[in-house]
Nanobody
Framework: DVQLQASGGGLVQSGGSLRLSCAASGFAFDDLAIGWFRQAPRKEREAVSCISSSEGSIYYADSVKGRFTISSDSAKNTVYLQMNSLKPDDSAAYFC????????????????WGKGTLVTVSS
């Protein structure tokens, strides 16, 4: 079964940067689409970004385009989310999720989930 371990969250000032990591195991890494979702208190979970190496596709939410960059390292079975120019509105619990080959911006389309890592951006 697919197991995902997210890390890299923390407290950062507005305008700062963080890099999140999602280590995957239990499945052929290159066959997975791995994405990031986030959920702030009293808000719905939303898709942030996703990468599918097998399909050569990358997705970004409009709210993070130009600031966040997703990348994949198959040698380490890890997906990274580089977050720059962070804003207080980016504060949330960030979750990595996986599906077979195809990214889905709907959380219900991503059957595998890791525990969240908390990102707090102070103003």
């Amino acid at each position: 079964d697919v197991q995902l371990q997210a890390s890299g969250g923390g407290l950062v000032q507005s305008g700062g940067s963080l890099r999140l990591s999602c280590a995957a195991s239990g499945f052929a890494f290159d066959d997975l689409a791995i994405g990031w979702f986030r959920q702030a208190p009293r808000k719905e979970r939303e898709a942030v970004s996703c990468i599918s190496s097998s399909e050569g596709s990358i997705y970004y939410a409009d709210s993070v385009k130009g600031r966040f960059t997703i990348s994949s390292d198959s040698a380490k079975n890890t997906v990274y989310l580089q977050m720059n120019s962070l804003k207080p509105d980016d504060s949330a619990a960030y979750f990595c999720a996986a599906a077979l080959r195809t990214c889905d911006s709907d959380a219900y389309g991503m059957p595998y989930w890791g525990k969240g890592t908390l990102v707090t951006v102070s103003s």
